[in-house]
C-alpha cells in the first residue's frame, strides 16, 4: 500500500499564496490518477483537482485560474499551487491517489485563509 503524505498547509492572509505536496512512499506512475480534495467544516468532501497518469489536468469551477496542480514521477510526489487565496479556501486539503480497483488518502493538511 503507498502511502501518501500532505504538507505545506498553514495560515495565510486573503491574497496570499501556499503550495502544497503530496509525497508517496512508492511510485506514483502506476496510478491513473491524482487528485486533491477539500473539505471544510459542516461540508462534504469536494474535488478541487485531478491530474491524470498524462499530465492532463482538470479542475473546479472555484479554483480555476488560481490553482496548479503538477506532478513530478521522478519525486512520487504531486503538488498543488494555490494562488490569490479567499476564505472559502479554507479547508482541510487531502490528496487521493487512483487506479483501477484501489485508492488511497493522505491524512490531510489544514489550510486556512483569513479576511
Known amino acids: 500500500q503507498v502511502q501518501l503524505v500532505e504538507s505545506g498547509g498553514g495560515l495565510v492572509q486573503a491574497g496570499g499564496s501556499l503550495r502544497l505536496s503530496c509525497a508517496a512512499s512508492?511510485?506514483?506512475?502506476?496510478?491513473?490518477?491524482m487528485g486533491w480534495y477539500r473539505q471544510a467544516p459542516g461540508n462534504l468532501r469536494e474535488l478541487v483537482t485531478v491530474?491524470?497518469?498524462?499530465?492532463?489536468?482538470n479542475y473546479v469551477d472555484s479554483v480555476k485560474g488560481r490553482f496548479t496542480m503538477s506532478r513530478d514521477n521522478a519525486k512520487n510526489t504531486v503538488y498543488l499551487q494555490m494562488n490569490s487565496l479567499k476564505p472559502e479556501d479554507t479547508a482541510v486539503y487531502y490528496c487521493?491517489?487512483?487506479?483501477?480497483?484501489?485508492?488511497?488518502w493522505g491524512q490531510g493538511t489544514k489550510v486556512t485563509v483569513s479576511s
Open positions: 487521493k491517489a487512483e487506479r483501477v480497483g484501489y485508492y488511497n
Open positions: 512508492g511510485s506514483i506512475s502506476s496510478f491513473n490518477a
Open positions: 491530474i491524470s497518469s498524462g499530465g492532463s489536468t
